[in-house]
């Protein structure tokens, strides 16, 4: 009779996986918090944040939903097509302004919060994707999840002019991101809510609308339910995507009417969604300029996406080509990556502002990586491919590392603080009820002054008798002087 030896299984050591796991979760909560308190107490307010927080200011005050009509007029322009932050992101920063919390801050708290809910969302999308495989299935906090929640300050965002400085600025970026993350998180159990957070994000970033093509296959390829099933669920999802659209719509067709939401409304939207813009750039020079925005060699930017992308096309082709959940989440990221950066590269009539297909990017490249992690690490073990996989793995997170010490280098080191812009706003204020500017960042400080704005460049009538406050040495005999502004008597 000859006795069974059994081989000797290699214990883990849950007590160490979660110091670690735990030291590496402190970390990114740490990274977070610190990104998130300079963008909402110590980062300058540029000239599109303060265009924004003139609705925000006005609904406080009992205005309406009305921008200062800097760029429409210079008179107060209820529902701004120009305003393309929505009000997804403006109205809960109005209700914080009116119940007194200082105009800056009611703003870029409601955006931060938002910053809170994407980072939260990717750890989600990214443990899933991580415990759905053979990698992880015991409880903890998840590797891949923390990497995930981290991606998104790896991406420059204030590269080129039009920048977005942080996560917290009154823009609708993060936000968009962030309904978007969490739509896809739905996707798979509830459909309707996630097209009702797809419908949420583009009140919140109108540019939201360029996902939807990729949530639709998404919709149609999850569950093993015929195609009236699939396509009745499509038609559900749809309802709730252009509920939020029709709220809004709704809204200012009451408040405009029917002539002015028209004739005025509908005619401006259409003009500015497709001339928005009077000036682009090749695709060539968007494309360099894109790889440019991280915070790593060109060429490693390069490789990096089509690298990422191709790990989880041939890893699913390698496993069978099954349409599972985790499948499904990332041809949905991959499709929604590349409309965005697709859109923006080959569009002629947008600038190179790596601000434009910023919401795809932050949203959708977390979850690739996730995904390619995932892969890479169950590949790990596996035959003759283990050592390319650990190698490939090891480059990524490094990577990422090196990536993200860059984005909070640059956040620690702002050339123009918001104290230094209060303090110089106080100096120029006074008791006038409007002041009249050049575009730039004089609109944020005469909005700062607690003024209501009037663009220099405007018809002369609109801005004539106001005080103006232009960058120093703008006019020879100022009223009042700081060491970066004047303001200036009325002509």
């Known amino acids: 009779m000859t006795t069974k030896v059994e081989t000797p ?14 030291f590496i979760g402190a970390i990114v909560v740490g990274v977070w918090g610190l990104v998130l308190y300079q963008s909402v107490f110590v980062h300058m307010v540029w000239e599109d944040e303060a265009f924004n927080l003139t609705v925000v200011r006005n609904m406080a005050e009992g205005l309406g939903y009305t921008s200062d009509g800097v760029l429409s007029g210079n008179e107060l322009a209820p529902f701004d097509v120009r305003i393309s932050t929505g009000p997804v992101v403006l109205l809960p920063a109005a209700l914080l302004g009116g119940i007194g919390v200082d105009l800056v801050l009611a703003a870029r708290i409601v955006v931060a919060l938002y910053a809170v809910l994407l980072a939260m969302g990717l750890y989600v ?3 899933r994707l991580h415990r759905s495989g053979e990698a992880e299935r015991q409880p903890g906090i998840s590797w891949v999840g923390l990497l995930a929640a981290l ?25 968009a991101a962030a309904l978007l993350v969490w739509a896809l998180i739905w996707l798979d159990r509830k459909p309707w809510l996630a097209g009702l957070l797809v419908g949420l994000a583009i009140q919140a970033k109108f540019i939201s609308v360029l996902a939807l093509p ?5 919709v149609l390829l999850q569950g093993p339910v015929k195609l009236r099933e699939r396509s009745g669920r499509l038609f559900k999802a749809a309802v709730f995507v252009a509920l939020p659209s029709f709220v809004y719509e709704a809204w200012v067709f009451i408040s405009l009417g029917w002539w002015r939401f028209r004739y005025e409304h509908l005619r401006d939207f259409g003009s500015f969604l497709l001339h928005g813009y009077d000036y682009g750039s090749s695709p060539l020079n968007k494309l360099a300029t894109f790889f440019q925005a991280w915070f790593l060699p060109e060429i490693l930017a390069i490789a990096l996406p089509f690298l990422v992308m191709g790990v ?21 990221a991959a499709l929604a990556w590349l409309t965005y950066v697709g859109w923006w590269v080959s569009s002629t009539s947008t600038p190179v502002w790596v601000r ?6 932050i949203a959708f490249t977390p979850v690739l990586v996730a995904g390619a992690c995932t892969l890479l690490s169950e590949e790990a073990g596996r035959g003759k491919l283990r050592y390319v996989s650990r190698v490939t793995l090891a480059s990524l997170l490094l990577g990422l590392v090196v990536q993200v010490s860059g984005y909070v280098d640059g956040q620690l080191a702002p050339g123009y603080s918001l104290d230094t812009q209060r303090a110089e706003a106080v100096e120029l204020s006074t008791t006038d009820e409007s002041v009249a500017v050049p575009w730039g960042l004089t609109v944020s400080m005469g909005v700062l002054t607690g003024a209501h704005v009037v663009n220099l460049d405007g018809p002369d009538e609109t801005w004539r008798g106001l005080d103006r406050i232009l960058p120093a040495g703008g006019c020879i005999d100022p009223i009042r002087m700081t060491a970066n502004f004047v303001r200036c008597s009325a002509l």
């Open 214 to 218: 990729a949530f639709a296959v998404g």
């Open 125 to 127: 999308l990214g443990a």
């Open 356 to 361: 434009h297909p910023a919401i795809g990017v």
């Open 312 to 332: 989880c096309v041939w890893l699913w082709i390698r496993r069978g080509r099954r349409l599972g959940s985790r499948t499904v989440t990332l041809l949905v």
């Open 9 to 22: 299984v290699r214990t883990q050591r849950p007590y160490l996986t979660a110091v670690l796991s735990a």
């Open 151 to 175: 991606t998104p300050l790896t991406f420059n965002t204030w590269l080129t002019i039009s920048p977005i400085q942080g996560p917290a600025d009154v823009l609708g970026e993060f936000p």
